[in-house]
């Protein structure tokens, strides 16, 4: 059976754009000609409002939701929903997800559950993507995420803090090496830059000199109209209607460059596992 390439995206550090980045990289990769499947992991809803619009959780009216799945070991199958771009599909996610952390805790294999809830949904081989968007945290749910995937890559904002908190989310996924041997890095990318921002410049620079080719050449830069985009689910395509629109250049390069990343990183032969000097470069980020 076919199995699509299945990416995380994380940062503990809020507001990095993670959800952003989900959406618009999926809508994307879907433009030319990928089939991709989103997943909302948090339960702040923002991937799902954004694309389909929120979903009002009623316990007796929903028939099944992820946090059912997840508890019950199921297939997502019947979670997949079409979203307004063709090609592109979403598992929405309901408030009840919420108590998924604490569920989490007791469950045998805990870690491994989402991706047991992968292989058992059929219509996975449909997809040549799937990306997961993630709350931002280091808990149960990220980790989850991970064990289920073949990279991660992490949206950082182009400032001080969120930079130097790469280091202790290189440290956290660097833990991880024995319960996912095979993840790899993708990369990090820059995200609300704005070139007349010497800070922005001077992050990037820090991050260039560190993360080398981990850091991604694509960078996201700081745009109104992505803040609009969502209120009316529309992707950042759709809602800048132009070729020249900022958020829809940054995005088809972002997809141009993840797609030979992707490429590149499948021609290794060895998995990269995670190392968290080498793919970090922490103490560097940290004193730099
Ligand atoms: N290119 C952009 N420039 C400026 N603001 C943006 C851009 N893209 C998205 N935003 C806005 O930035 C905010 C944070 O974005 P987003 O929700 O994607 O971050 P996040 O990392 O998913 O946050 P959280 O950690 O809460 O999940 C949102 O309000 C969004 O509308
Ligand atoms: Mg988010």
New binding site residues.
Partial sequence: MKKPIIVT?V?H????????????LGAALARVGKKVLVVDL?A?Q??TS?LIGPIAYDPEEEPFTLYEALMEEAGLDDLITPTGTRGLDIIPVTEDFAGTEISLVSATGREGILKLCLERTTRLAEYDFVLF????SIGLVVMNSLVASDYFMV?CSAEYLPMVGLTLLGTSIGKMQKLAPSLQVLGVVL??YSHRESICRKTENILRDQLGENLFNTR???????????SVQKT?FDFENSAQG??TQ?YSKLAEEFLERVEAKGQTTMPNAVSQEEDFGQEQVANG
Avoid at 13 to 24: D, I, Q
Avoid at 133 to 136: C, E, K, L
Wanted: hydrophobic residues 25%.
């Fill in positions: 995206l940062n550090k809020g507001g990095c754009l993670k959800t952003s980045v989900t959406a618009s948090d702040q923002n991937l954004s968007d993630n709350p931002p949206p995200t609300n996201v830069r700081v745009n109104t109209k992505a803040k609009s985009a969502p950042i900022r958020g940054d």
